[in-house]
């Protein structure tokens, strides 16, 4: 919840943004894309929805690594191998923030809840019959098609996005108002973006960091004494 709370604020205001914008009255409901792998960002976004705030769906967006697309696409929750990729921080097969979408999912029944994770650790695998995605679609990317959406967004709006943001893109039929949630730099992947774009994408907190002086400290793996160390020397407020 420390992750999800401060989310969940950040859903209402894009929401307020849109009206202010005049994109959008109060009271419509909009479309929201997350590229995710953790299933926490977008969990966010639909508690966001169950306090008030108008969607109409949220539509998962993946890489590769797609144990989410295949279970809002199938209702099959599997594991597969993970498949390293551009988009690194989506390469996740177990989603941990999937178990408290799931508590909801079968009407807070927590027993049952235990008795599908625990077949799921057993087995690898859940099948849920006649499942509804309810709220959720689904899309997936692999590493060629989310090059070629930085290449295909940078030519036509001449803005550059990361590989995990790119995967928001993979299909926007949804019509009226979308929101599509931009989950990184692409100053994080500047050799990516310059073989893609033929740019050097850059972010000014990170250009800033060039210039300092990298620290090193060496700690015995002591819990107690690196607590002291970070109440010395870390960030003061």
Not at 106 to 125: C, H, L, P, Q
Request: hydrophobic share 40%.
């Amino acid at each position: 919840w420390g992750r999800l709370a401060p989310q969940i604020v950040y859903y209402f205001s894009a929401y307020c943004d849109l009206v202010a914008d005049g994109a959008i009255k109060n009271g419509d409901k909009i479309n929201v894309v997350v590229p995710t792998g953790n299933f926490g960002n977008i969990l966010a976004g639909w508690f966001a929805s169950k306090m008030g705030l108008k969607v109409s769906n949220f539509k998962v967006a993946t890489n590769q690594n797609d144990i989410l697309y295949r279970l809002f696409t199938t209702g099959a929750y599997e594991v597969a191998g993970v498949c390293p990729s551009v988009a690194p921080s989506m390469d996740i097969q177990v989603s941990s923030n999937f178990e408290r979408f799931l508590y909801f999912y079968v009407g807070k029944d927590t027993a049952r809840v235990r008795e599908i994770m625990a077949e799921f650790k057993r087995s690898g695998k859940w099948v849920f019959e006649n499942f509804s995605p309810a709220d959720f679609s689904a899309s997936r990317m692999d590493d060629a098609q989310i090059g070629a959406k930085i290449a295909e967004i940078y030519k036509k709006y001449g803005e550059i996005v990361d590989p995990h943001t790119a995967c928001g893109f993979a299909d926007t039929s949804h019509k009226g108002a979308k929101i599509i949630l931009s989950t990184a730099s692409p100053a994080k992947f500047p050799e990516l973006i310059e073989r893609i774009a033929g740019v050097h994408p850059t972010a000014d907190s990170l250009e800033a960091l060039l210039d300092r002086p990298v620290v090193r400290k060496t700690m015995p793996a002591d819990t107690e004494k690196i607590r002291e160390y970070l109440t010395l020397h870390g960030i003061k407020q």
